[in-house]
């Protein structure tokens, strides 16, 4: 399992760690076999609102996004259920998105940031939440993960 950061994101190094963790985590927990290889970047909000503009035609700011390498691939499932390497994808995360939107769920900045990348994750390996059911599920299993990482999410 590789990740791959940013310049920006080794200003937050200890992520790396974690998202190794919930990498794994995320694998273990849909039982996929595959070795994933995800590219993180951790951007600023004129650049997340950039990227939003020109890939989603959303003039506005988001906390994430995941561009799936996979989406229009007719082999995604079976390619999931392989144990190759395999590029799932890139995903921006908004840190300054993230730090304003922690307090309004009571988060920390760590438990945000980790969620996101669940979030983030989980669309590159072909979760939406298009519909309220698919987003009821979505955000069981992103809150599975994050319990079962046992990540102290406070410190």
Do not use: W
Not at 49 to 69: M, P, Q, W
Request: include cysteine.
């Amino acid at each position: 399992m590789k990740l791959y950061f940013s310049t920006y994101a080794k200003d937050y190094k200890e992520y790396e760690t974690l998202f190794q963790i919930l990498l794994e985590k995320t694998m273990k927990h849909l039982g996929l076999k595959i070795n994933p290889i995800v590219s993180i970047d951790l951007v600023d909000e004129d650049s997340i609102h950039e990227l939003n503009l020109k890939y989603r035609g959303i003039d506005n700011s988001t906390d994430v996004l995941s561009f799936a390498y996979l989406d229009d691939n007719l082999e995604r499932a079976n390619i999931l259920r392989s144990e190759d390497e395999v590029e799932l994808g890139d995903i921006c995360i908004c840190v300054d998105v993230a730090k304003r939107n922690a307090p309004t769920y009571n988060y920390s900045l760590k438990r945000e940031l980790c969620f996101l990348f669940v979030h983030g994750l989980l669309h590159l390996i072909g979760y939406t939440h298009e519909h309220d059911d698919m987003d009821n599920i979505m955000f069981r299993i992103q809150e599975e993960i994050l319990e079962e990482s046992e990540i102290d999410y406070d410190r």
